[in-house]
């Protein structure tokens, strides 16, 4: 027998058995997104406290209730920077999800030249963008959106495969950006190394308008002690010679309110400015209340760091769990591999090719929802149909036990099926 072989110790009819026994059970638990549970958000309940009817004013005095303050309040920006890794000077405030920013600045390199460029985006016959893979479905989509061409990438474990990348983007200048999730990558849960992130900021790109959308959006979703730490994408391409390549995003949705958070966009000043020029034909402010509310919860840096431990608290016996069942239900059997993240929102499993959807569609009819397979990758097509993303932060720890012992059962019985 060799390493690739299944071996399965438990017959066909018994694994059946017992999944036949969990579907008369009725089930219905969902594991298909990252969505913060009910005891996270209760972490942030003082957030809706912290202004009232007398207490409404910024720390200069500004009246947060009125029109105004387009880059958002200084102590704002000066919070959000320290999750982006970026200068306060250069961070916008926006709305209530980086989701928005994300999309937005894609429609505006479509509509208006970058700085570096005399032709927007969409003037070109073809735009291509790079898309690492597995990666975040709502990425792919809001490109698919624009009508551009995907071109997938290779995750290495410590972020997209530089050498694809490299050769890419060298001598086609209808490659215009690419999207990197640098901290606990969704849903692989790697992060950029100082190699990754280097090469990224330095390399050769024939299009002078080449974007890096950098969603940090786990920046500090550390699980434990032990992290991932990546560095500053603005200070590399500073330092590269490319100061305006890297567009960067955050928000505190999974930190505070995920439906009533607070978002922000970092960049180098020509960047700001150009994003203000359109920005102030679109708003005349953000949500400054929502501002000062985030400040005076979080404070700073060393807030930040605080809240997000009763985060880990609740998160890592979750994934704990997950982990546990996936190694006691599959270690060995060769049918299954998958990640164990220091921090983010997601494990992903890769089942053998061609297995992904069954596997879903049985947990599906057992009352496991799971995000659907292929969604991350572009067009919602996994070429092996093989990887599953698994989120783990929203049900409780009994139920997230049962729905991990159902994909692995589910796993298991894919492939017996298939015999």
């Keep these: 027998m060799t390493s690739n072989t299944p071996n399965l ?52 005095g500004t009246d947060t209730r009125n029109y105004g303050g387009l880059e958002g309040l200084p102590e704002a920006r000066a919070l959000m920077a320290t999750i982006l890794n970026a200068p306060a000077a250069d961070v916008l405030i926006g709305g209530n999800a980086s989701l928005q920013l ?4 894609m429609v505006r390199c479509h509509l208006f030249p970058l700085p570096g460029s005399t032709a927007a985006w969409g003037k070109a016959d073809t735009v291509r963008f790079l898309c690492p893979v597995p990666g975040y479905d709502r990425h792919f989509a809001i490109t698919e959106h624009l009508g551009y061409e995907m071109v997938t990438v290779p995750m290495t474990g410590h972020g997209p495969d530089m050498d694809v990348i490299e050769a890419l983007v060298a001598n086609d200048a209808s490659v215009k950006g690419i999207w990197v999730i640098p901290t606990y990558n969704n849903p692989t849960g790697e992060s950029v190394n100082a190699e990754t992130a280097g090469r990224l900021a330095a390399m050769k790109t024939a299009a002078p308008d080449f974007r890096i959308f950098w969603d940090d959006a786990y920046a500090v979703h550390h699980l434990g002690d032990d992290r991932d730490i990546v560095p500053s994408i603005l ?14 995003f955050g928000s505190t949705s999974k930190i505070t309110h995920a439906g009533a958070g607070l978002s922000a966009f970092a960049s180098s000043p020509a960047n700001i400015a150009w994003t203000k020029n359109t920005l102030s034909k679109q708003t ?37 769990v997950v982990l546990e069942v996936l190694g006691a239900e599959l270690d060995g059997t060769h049918l299954a591999t998958w990640t164990s ?13 061609g297995f992904a959807r069954r596997v879903v569609a049985l947990a599906d009819a057992a009352g496991v929802k799971l995000t659907a397979a292929g969604a991350t990758y572009p ?30 059962l589910c796993v298991k019985l894919a492939w017996l099926e298939e015999q």
């Design 9 to 60: 110790t438990e017959s066909h009819s018994a694994i059946r058995a017992r999944y036949d026994a969990i579907v008369a059970r009725g089930l219905k638990l969902d594991m298909t997104r990252g969505k913060p549970a009910p005891e996270q958000l209760d972490l942030a309940a003082g957030l809706l406290e912290t202004v009232n009817s007398h207490d409404f004013k910024a720390a200069d």
């Design 102 to 105: 994300m999309f937005d600045a």
């Design 235 to 248: 200070e590399l391409c500073r330092a590269a010679g490319n100061p305006d390549r890297a567009f960067v």
């Design 284 to 320: 005349i402010g953000p949500d400054k209340i929502s501002q000062i509310r985030h400040v005076r919860l979080l404070k700073d840096a060393a807030g930040i760091e605080a809240h997000m431990a009763k985060h880990a608290a609740i998160l890592k016996p979750k994934f704990d």
């Design 341 to 353: 993240p220091k921090g983010g929102y997601f494990i992903s499993l890769d089942t053998k090719p």
């Design 379 to 408: 067009h919602g097509k996994d070429p092996r149909d093989s990887n599953i993303r698994l989120a783990p932060s929203y049900p409780g720890l009994g139920d997230l036990r049962l729905a991990t012992e159902v994909v692995a």
